[in-house]
């Protein structure tokens, strides 16, 4: 069973930029996709970018299209989120999801990934 440690969050000014880290230990990390979810204070969870196994494959919400990128390092087991021009609607937690056996696809429904990490606070302030 995979296990998930984030981190790189923390609090930046609007127009900045922050690099998240997604640590995966325990599983064979070449056989999950990844994604990013965030939760503002009040809001449901939404999707934010997912990625397929290989790394070819992405997919991105509308409001973060040209200014997030989702990536992965399968040598490292470490799946990335570099957000930049960073906006305070972008304030969240942000989680980072794997699920396995997906193929060479991207899904933006939570319910497909079956391991979670804990979360990273991702402050903006305007």
């Known amino acids: 069973q995979v296990q998930l440690v984030e981190s790189g969050g923390g609090l930046v000014q609007a127009g900045g930029s922050l690099r998240l880290s997604c640590a995966a230990s325990g599983g064979t990390f070449s056989s999950y996709a990844g994604a990013w979810f965030r939760q503002a204070p009040g809001k449901a969870r939404e999707f934010v970018a997912a990625?397929?196994?290989?790394?070819?494959?992405?997919d991105y919400t509308d409001s973060v299209k040209g200014r997030f990128t989702i990536s992965r390092d399968n040598a490292k087991n470490t799946l990335y989120l570099q957000m930049n021009s960073l906006q305070p609607d972008d304030t969240a937690m942000y989680y980072c999801?794997?699920?396995?056996?997906?193929?060479?696809?991207?899904?933006?429904?939570?319910?497909?990934?079956?391991?979670w990490g804990q979360g990273t606070r991702v402050t903006v302030s305007s």
């Open positions: 990625i397929d196994w290989t790394g070819t494959i992405t």
């Open positions: 999801a794997v699920g396995y056996g997906m193929g060479p696809i991207v899904v933006r429904s939570a319910l497909q990934y079956d391991t």
